[in-house]
């Protein structure tokens, strides 16, 4: 898909304020600091469209990204920074359990794993809890440039593994100096939204 228009729309942090009208969203979830607003820039090709800091834990609220009047893209507040207290961890946990329930039906999920990290307990739990409601996550390996081309496949493999994913299921690996794994993450975009509008037509078909 070609990005002809992105602007940024709101911070969201309370569930009453969610976007919920109809259009499909695209969700990024990941650790803090795993680089969910280099990968956002990336993709709609703006330098600084989402906010990058170099300070894990920035991003405390819901970010939405209104792309060619198409599509949101929503970037969830990092999860495990620990220097934050309990209750804000808690009430981070509270907003985006609410967000996955009200767009359930309207929503991918991508997210995000450290490729040279590789996948933590808590990305673990990540992925346990979006299968638990009912997400399928489309996951990419960040940072996959910091990994030498010959560890590249078994980091990859490792990350499938670790995250409990089918054996068919593909991690993508994505570096943000040179791109490499863009092209892939928008097919998995665009193959969304083409089922998405599909399914669409076809309620209305049914109901015309």
């Known amino acids: 898909m070609r990005v002809k228009s992105a602007e940024y729309l709101r911070s969201v942090v309370r569930p009453d304020d969610f976007l919920v009208d109809g259009r499909p969203q695209v969700a990024f979830v990941g650790r803090s600091n795993v680089g969910k607003s280099t990968l956002l ?4 090709g703006r330098n600084a469209l989402a906010r990058i800091s170099s300070k894990p834990g920035r991003t405390r609220a819901i970010n939405y990204f209104d792309i060619n009047s198409r599509v949101y893209f929503v970037d969830l507040p990092g999860y495990g920074y620990a220097k934050v207290s309990k ?10 359990a609410s967000y996955f329930e009200k767009v359930a039906e309207n929503a991918m999920v991508i ?5 040279k990290v590789g996948a933590t307990e808590l990305d673990q739990q990540s992925t346990e809890y979006l299968s638990a409601v009912g997400f399928e996550p489309v996951v990419v390996a ?5 990994v030498g081309k010959g560890k590249r496949q078994a980091a990859m493999s490792a990350i499938r593994r670790d995250l409990g994913l089918p ?5 993508i690996p994505f570096a943000a100096p040179t791109g ?8 998995s ?3 969304y939204l083409d089922s998405f509008e599909n399914r669409g037509s076809n309620q209305g078909s049914t109901h015309a």
Request: net charge positive; proline share 0%; no cysteine.
């Open 41 to 44: 820039n990336r993709l709609v």
């Open 87 to 96: 209750k804000e961890r808690r009430s981070w946990a509270d907003l985006m």
């Open 111 to 115: 997210q995000l794993v450290d490729a």
């Open 142 to 146: 960040t940072k996959s440039d910091r």
């Open 167 to 171: 054996a068919g299921a593909r991690v």
């Open 180 to 187: 490499d794994g863009l092209k892939d993450i928008w097919k």
């Open 189 to 191: 975009i665009e193959q």
